[in-house]
């Protein structure tokens, strides 16, 4: 079970070799986050990522600062601020999701059918068992 494990996170750093420049994988954690919630706060945005607040506020300037992220006064309170990815960070995660993408179709095309088909009932069984447990905030 261990050298399964191993390798399916093999799989997936093949994947993330992809390279998330010029984030570092927590900013990348970060934008994935505010891809899927938008308009959160930035106590929300740290219990997506498990973090804590004043390390996600520094993590937010450095987005802010290569213009991936925006700070939006918020509805719900003067105190607050609603964070949201600009169009820069939006067009970066798209382009970065497309040649991910890419690097995966062209390893698939080069598996066999029956390599293809084992491997989709696999991925269907783990993804529907991950759902049933309800996996940590962040992790996906």
Sequence with gaps: MASLAELFEA????????????????????????????????????????????????LCDRLEAVGFLERLPSARSRRELTLRLSDRGRAYLRDLRARRRERV???????????????????REYRDLADADGDPPGTR
């Design 105 to 123: 179709q062209t390893l698939l095309a080069k598996m066999s059918p029956a390599g293809r088909a084992a491997l989709s009932a696999g991925l």
């Design 11 to 58: 799989v997936l750093e093949s994947v993330r070799d992809v390279s998330p420049r010029p984030l570092s994988v927590s900013q990348l954690r970060a934008v994935v986050a505010l891809d899927r919630h938008d308009g959160v706060n930035l106590r929300e945005l740290a219990e997506q990522l498990d973090s804590t607040p004043p390390l996600v506020s520094r």
